[in-house]
């Protein structure tokens, strides 16, 4: 099909290219040949009047034509994707839909693992897309690259919908033989360690509890600053140090590494974790099916 007489199929190239920055990836992203994708280059640079891409070294770098042009088309082609995708019927039972989910490490041990457990059961051809969270998180949302943004309230972009998924302490947690544990954790106790914490993306955006934490004035030790929860528990066991992190993953980490937790010694806000999804797909069956179910997982695991 074409449109002004451009080629659309050369549209799904672009963004392959533009995502992959690499002709051989982008082939094999939308299964063509390199032969081929190399010649749809070719046509596009011819339409455009513009390189699209340039080598540099081993790598392809798109140009600031290119880069101001691909969130449109971008956003187009999601548009297209979402139209032909989403069905007014929704049969979990019988769809191979794959959603795409931003969520923690946090947000997978809590709820995700269950949920793909029972779509095992219950949705055998649902696929899931787990996308760890990193500043941009709200712009993939919004260019149509995740179907689900999961996330504490602090974080929501502010222009789409959201739903509240479960409510959450935050607890500390250390190895389970640092004795400040077994004669009762105090304020004291608890500046005086050393800490690690968690923070995401290139911008090193902390997490919920550290970011609460660092509005409260008081300083602390940080030692050690990991990109994951999952990473934490490796420099707590064997150490002083100690973190706070969601009740729900400490209970499962507490039991597969030597670890030991309290509640922190003064007060606390609890965290929201929300479900934020692109207000174009309110109406979205599929979606809207997919949060339920988490909900349930997520109260399930109360």
């Known amino acids: 099909m074409r449109f002004k007489g451009l080629d659309l199929n050369l549209l799904v190239v672009f963004d392959a290219l533009m995502e992959t920055r690499s002709v051989t990836r982008a ?16 046509r596009l640079r011819d339409y455009f009047d513009n390189e699209i891409v340039v080598a540099v070294g081993k790598r392809m770098h798109p140009t600031p034509f290119a880069e101001g042009l691909h969130p449109q088309i971008q956003l187009a082609l999601r548009g297209v994707e979402r139209a032909i995708s989403t069905p007014t019927a929704f049969d979990p039972a019988t769809s191979s839909r794959r959603f795409r989910i931003i969520g923690s490490d946090y947000i997978m041990v809590a709820v995700l693992v269950p949920l793909i457990e029972r779509f095992s059961r219950t949705a055998p051809g649902i696929r899931l897309e787990i996308m760890q969270p990193t500043e941009h998180s709200a712009n993939e949302l919004e260019a149509g690259k995740a179907d689900l943004l999961v996330t504490p309230e602090p974080f929501l972009a502010t222009w789409h919908p959201h739903e509240v998924l479960f409510e959450e302490e935050q607890v500390v947690v250390g190895w389970a033989e640092n004795p400040i544990f077994s004669k009762g954790l105090t304020v004291e106790d608890f500046y005086a360690a050393g800490h690690v914490t968690v923070a995401f993306g290139a911008n090193r955006t902390p997490a919920f509890a550290d970011s609460a934490l660092s509005r409260m004035g008081r300083k602390r030790l940080v030692e050690v600053t990991v990109s994951s929860f999952a990473s934490a528990p490796w420099f707590i066991e064997g150490t002083p140090r100690l973190a706070v992190l969601h009740e ?3 209970r499962q980490i507490a039991r597969r590494f030597n670890l ?23 109406d979205d069956a599929g979606l809207t099916w997919l949060r339920q179910q988490m909900q349930e997982i997520a109260a399930e695991a109360a």
């Open 248 to 250: 729900r993953l400490v």
């Open 260 to 282: 030991a937790w309290a509640r922190l010694p003064f007060a606390f806000p609890r965290m929201q974790e929300m479900m934020q999804f692109h207000e174009s797909r309110a």
């Open 27 to 42: 082939a094999e992203r939308i299964g063509l040949t390199q032969p081929a994708t190399s010649a749809a280059l070719r």
